[in-house]
């Protein structure tokens, strides 16, 4: 599948082995914590006929958050071995700080502010830089930077404000491009990787949406979501619920990406850096829900990234009670997910 510029969509999953180096959690659960990755996800990517991995990945996996200048070394070659499996099995490798050195999404709250602090800054750059020196010379076809996962909406109270994020961006993709003029950096949008930043035109950057509205079907009965999506009502496609607005239907769903769509028309490149449902809506929504959002994204040119690979989201061992698995090697595989992939 190939963009309006000829280029092969970047179509694939996330792996989450270095999402958190902490404890168990409901977002992290044990096995997320800190592990190589495994061949056996290249290669059955690669087998299904998909191009691309987004490894989301915390800092602190390799450093202190107290000294994070230091970057252990140990640590750093499981990332190694992940780009060269990746270019071992043709699949894009894109390496993404989930948890950047002050700023994560997800709790805990990091000690400083990245978008504010200077310290942060100067460390965030840091880490990209030593990425970028570390693998220059893998190819651009090969090797992505993620900078940052899906800085919040603008305001006060975050912490952040639109300047705040446009000015941390270039900053670490001056850091990287002093090191590796070539590689491609992928930037998130605002406001959680929905809303685009045409201000960033000049930068030659992929700009990355993400592939989670309506939150009632994404998000229901996520226990780190909040209170509002564990009393979401039963998923509906069409017809969920999002914070309040109108029942969501597939209209709603490509007028959200218009805007991604204008950002493209000015000669931007866009992927879809997650998407996915967690796995207490219904099966037969998801996959309703699914298909329409794929057929919007990949027919405007735009790849995408499920999240996840193996666990709540994904095709692998995402532990839905009302769906038909098949055994894979061990795992238990929804072909009825993964076949809808295929397609787009």
């Not at 999953?13 to 096995?31: D, I, V, Y």
């Not at 002050?102 to 200077?118: Q, S």
């Not at 809506?281 to 996840?308: F, Q, R």
């Amino acid at each position: 599948m190939l963009d309006a510029k000829g280029r092969r969509l970047w179509r694939g999953f996330n792996l989450l082995e270095k999402f958190s180096a902490g404890s168990p959690s409901k977002s992290a659960p044990q096995s997320n914590l800190n592990l190589p990755f495994r061949e056996e996800d290249f290669r059955w990517i690669s087998d299904w006929g998909f191009n691309f991995v987004r490894l989301p990945m915390s800092y602190h996996c390799w450093s202190d958050p107290d000294r994070w200048l230091e970057m252990d070394e140990r640590v750093l070659e499981h990332i190694d071995s992940a780009v060269e499996m990746g270019r071992r099995h043709r699949i894009h490798v894109c390496l993404n700080l989930h948890r950047a050195p002050g700023y994560c999404v997800n709790p805990p709250p990091e000690k400083k502010n990245l978008w504010r602090d200077e310290d942060a800054q100067a460390a965030f750059c840091h880490q990209w830089k030593a990425f970028a020196g570390r693998y220059r010379g893998v190819p651009a076809a090969a090797l992505s930077f993620n900078l940052v996962n899906e800085p919040p909406a603008p305001s006060e109270e975050r912490g952040i404000s639109r300047a705040d994020y446009l000015r941390v961006v270039r900053l670490a993709v001056t850091a990287i491009r002093a090191e590796d003029p070539g590689r491609p950096i992928i930037v998130d949008g605002l406001s959680w990787g929905n809303e685009p930043l045409p201000e960033l035109s000049d930068l030659n950057v992929i700009q990355s949406c993400r592939g989670y509205l309506p939150f009632g079907i994404s998000h229901y009965r996520a226990p780190w979501a909040g209170e509002a999506c564990m009393k979401a009502p039963e998923p509906k496609w069409p017809g969920a619920w999002n914070w309040g607005d109108p029942p969501w239907d597939r209209a709603r769903l490509e007028k959200h990406y218009e805007t991604w769509v204008s950002l493209m028309a000015g000669g931007a490149r866009v992927h879809c850096g997650e998407c996915g449902a967690y796995n207490r809506t219904p099966h037969k929504v998801v996959l309703a829900w699914l298909e329409d959002l794929l057929d919007i994204l990949v027919s405007a040119g735009i790849g995408y990234a499920l999240w996840n690979f193996r666990g709540a989201f994904g095709v692998l061992d995402s532990g839905r009670d009302d769906v038909a698995y098949e055994d894979w090697y061990g795992h238990r595989l929804d072909r009825e997910m993964l076949e809808i992939l295929q397609r787009f």
